[in-house]
């Protein structure tokens, strides 16, 4: 379902399943949640890469799974989405550490939430983004893809990439602002590959604490955001990292986060 492969810092992940375009079970969206715990509780990994194997990143949900089930459809989505998808899409939002997603082909549905759930997403320029969920299946989006997409792009572009079903390519995505880069194939992992080393590199506390500054000015007032500011800040200037920095700036020499003060 998963495939993992450690380089020094970065755990990259890959969705495993190309036969199915890697669309998603609760089967394998509980094995990669399992996977990112796994990931945050170690000791060494300090990013963590998101990719698929095969020609797509995620074709969304397996609607052969959906066929297959006996019972109301209504009960049985309800119940996946709160036990398996919503804890997926809330862990992918809220991870410590950075998560970064190289989409190296289509995402459907269900994947364009995997996707865009990462902190930042690069894609290859042959990959496309789609939400096929109302014009094709009467359904609305889920796995964060209404708050996800409304924030990337303006309100009249999120509606009308749902409404439609229409694909937005990886080079259009980039240009709205809804992902950071769009990347020749050949050049997408090693570029997505070395970002995650770089971030690797940086103190997790700030990496944390910035994170969560970002994350709240969606909702604060201006004087709320300058009030987490000042106690993030004055938690940061009270931590190893920032003496390791000024170290460094000291002694011309790059900072070393890792060794020399993590917070």
């Known amino acids: 379902m998963i495939e993992i492969s450690d380089q020094q810092h970065v755990r990259t992940i890959a969705l495993n399943e190309p036969a199915s375009f890697n669309s998603i079970t609760e089967e394998s ?15 060494t990994v ?28 209504d009960t049985y989505v309800n119940k996946a989405i709160e036990e398996t998808y919503n804890p997926l899409a809330n862990y992918m939002m809220n ?5 970064i ?5 289509p995402a459907i549905g269900a994947g ?9 997403v690069l894609a290859a320029k042959s990959a496309y983004f789609s939400l096929p969920f109302v ?33 937005l390519s990886a080079d259009d995505a980039a240009r709205a602002g809804m992902i950071w880069k769009s990347i020749d194939d050949s050049e997408l992992m090693t570029e ?21 500054s970002l994350r709240a ?11 987490l500011e000042q106690k993030l800040q004055t938690e940061s200037f009270g931590g190893k990292a920032f003496q390791e920095g000024l170290n460094a700036f000291r002694e011309r020499r790059e900072a070393d986060f890792i060794a020399n003060g993590d917070e």
Do not use: H
Not at 101 to 105: H, L, Q, R
Not at 196 to 206: I, R, T, V, Y
Not at 217 to 227: H, I, M, T, W
């Open 217 to 227: 000015a969606y909702q604060n007032s201006f004087n709320e955001q300058l009030l």
């Open 29 to 43: 969206a509980n094995a990669l949640l399992d996977a990112l715990r796994n990931a945050v509780a170690s000791d």
């Open 101 to 105: 997603s190289a989409v190296n082909g």
């Open 135 to 167: 014009p094709k299946l009467g359904v609305v989006p889920d796995m964060g893809c209404s708050w996800l997409v409304s924030r990337g792009l303006n309100y009249n572009q999120a509606l009308a990439m749902c409404l439609t079903g229409d694909s």
């Open 192 to 212: 997505a590959s070395a970002l995650a080393a770089n971030l690797a590199k940086l103190s997790s506390g700030a990496v944390r604490r910035t994170k969560e």
């Open 46 to 73: 300090r990013a963590v890469l998101l990719t698929g194997n095969g020609k797509f990143f995620c074709a969304g949900g397996n609607l052969k799974n959906f066929m297959a089930q006996q019972g109301p459809l």
């Open 112 to 120: 364009v939430g995997l996707a865009l759930n990462c902190d930042i």
């Open 95 to 99: 991870m410590p550490i950075p998560l």
